[in-house]
């Protein structure tokens, strides 16, 4: 019997109040600054309709701030181009009429359209990969994160390179580069927040800071680090399995 095939899933990201962003953040600016209007529109007020971009720009090129409707197969690519960042509000859509693609590392997980059918709104953690919702739960609760031992978990992980190669370079072959900045930045600034609160001293804090990111590299990427003992150790490293925080350790 033939093998059958997963259908392709088309996302886009919209800002939290369900607009577009734009398709160039520094042509918007530059329309901004001169006084012209950026159009766009509210994915969230078209559910269950097809809609025809407002202003279609060349195809398919980059020649205004709002050229095109600009769709991911991968969504933990989906950030990448959403400079405002976290939060967002995600969309399942289909293209409608011609599409394009600008090929070569963007292919196959870029399309473009000037048109697109709004099937629903989704969880809003797809944006981080099938793994999101666990990131996502891993950053918040970051503000209890626990200290110890720290000095020879992070000798361990530099001398592995645990986050320089293994992260780094299974977040894109797996195109969840975008994912794993964004939950960086996230951890980053949650962890930083909760110990400053606490009186930690800038040490304490950038150690912290340090663990947040392993952390949730570790779950983004848990299923991508996996085979064999010596990656599962790197894996069980970047969860922090051996410091005194088992609940942030959980699968």
Request: glycine share 8%; hydrophobic share 40%; proline share 6%.
């Given at each position: ?48 309709e097809t809609i ?99 000095d020879a978990w ?18 894109d072959y797996s ?77």
């Amino acid at each position: 019997m033939p093998r059958s095939t997963r259908p392709v899933v088309h996302y886009m990201a919209t800002r939290p109040d369900g607009t577009v962003p734009p398709t160039c953040e520094d042509l918007a600016r530059y329309a901004i600054a001169h006084g012209e209007t950026v159009t766009t529109v509210n994915l969230a007020d078209h559910i269950g309709e097809t809609i025809d971009h407002p202003s279609p720009g060349q195809k398919w090129y980059t020649d205004k701030p709002f050229s095109y409707f600009h769709m991911y197969t991968r969504p933990g690519e989906i950030l990448e181009r959403i400079d405002e960042g976290w939060p967002v509000r995600l969309f399942v859509v289909e293209a409608r009429g011609e599409t394009g693609n600008w090929g070569g590392h963007h292919y196959p997980y870029w399309l473009m359209s000037h048109q697109v059918h709004v099937v629903e709104e989704t969880d809003a953690w797809r944006a981080f990969g099938h793994r999101g919702e666990k990131v996502l739960a891993t950053i918040a609760q970051l503000p209890d994160l626990a200290r110890h031992t720290y000095d020879a978990w992070h000798q361990r992980l530099t001398a592995t390179h645990a986050m320089d190669w293994w992260a780094h370079h299974r977040a894109d072959y797996s195109r969840r580069r975008a994912a794993l900045t964004a939950a960086y930045e996230l951890a980053g600034d949650a962890a930083a927040k909760a110990a400053t609160g606490a009186g930690a001293t800038p040490d304490a804090i950038t150690a912290i800071s340090r663990r947040a990111h392993a952390l949730v590299a570790g779950q983004l990427l848990h299923d991508r680090i996996r085979n064999g003992e010596y990656e599962q150790s790197i894996r069980a490293l970047l969860l922090g399995t051996q410091l005194d925080t088992p609940s942030l350790a959980a699968v």
